[in-house]
C-alpha cells in the first residue's frame, strides 16, 4: 500500500488537503430574516432604484429626440457634475453634435416633462463624437 500512495503522490493525484472546519448554516426559524425584508434594503445598498430611472430616462432620449437626429445619436449615461445631472449623448460626427445643438434646450424640456415619472430631471445635455 505505501507504494500505492508514493506513485499516486508523484501522479499528482494523491495530494492530501487540510479538512476545513465545518460551519454550521441551520438556524432557528425564528433567526431567520424575510427575502422580502431584505431585498430592498441591497437595492438600495447598490442603487438600483436609482440605475432603474436613469436607464428609463436613457430610453427616452430615442422617442423624444426630432426624426433627423434619432438615428445618429444615442443617450450615453447620466453622470453627476457636482449637484447637476449631466446627459451624455452619443453623435456620430461634429456637423451633427452642431446641428443637434440647438435642439437641445427643447430636448431637455420633454425629457423633465417624464421627470416626475422618472425621478431623475436632467440638468444639462452634453454631445460627445464618437
Known amino acids: 500500500m505505501a507504494s500505492e500512495f ?3 503522490k508523484r501522479a499528482g493525484r494523491g495530494a492530501r488537503r487540510a479538512k476545513s472546519p465545518r460551519i454550521q ?5 425564528s433567526e ?13 445598498s ?3 432604484e436609482r440605475k432603474a430611472a436613469e436607464l ?3 430610453a427616452l432620449w430615442r422617442e423624444l429626440t426630432p426624426p433627423p437626429y434619432r438615428d445618429r445619436s444615442r443617450a450615453l449615461k447620466i453622470i453627476r457634475q457636482g449637484e447637476a445631472q449631466v446627459l451624455q449623448v452619443g453623435v ?11 435642439q437641445l434646450e427643447a430636448i431637455r424640456a420633454r425629457l423633465n416633462a417624464f421627470s416626475a415619472q422618472t425621478g431623475v430631471t436632467i440638468d ?3 454631445l460627445m463624437t464618437r
Open 6 to 8: 508514493s506513485d499516486e
Open 25 to 29: 448554516t441551520r438556524r432557528a426559524a
Open 32 to 44: 431567520l430574516t424575510s427575502l422580502a425584508n431584505v431585498l430592498p434594503q441591497v437595492g438600495e
Open 46 to 48: 447598490l442603487g438600483l
Open 56 to 58: 428609463a430616462m436613457l
Open 92 to 102: 456620430e460626427d461634429g456637423a451633427t453634435a452642431g446641428d443637434l445643438s440647438f
Open 124 to 126: 444639462r445635455i452634453q
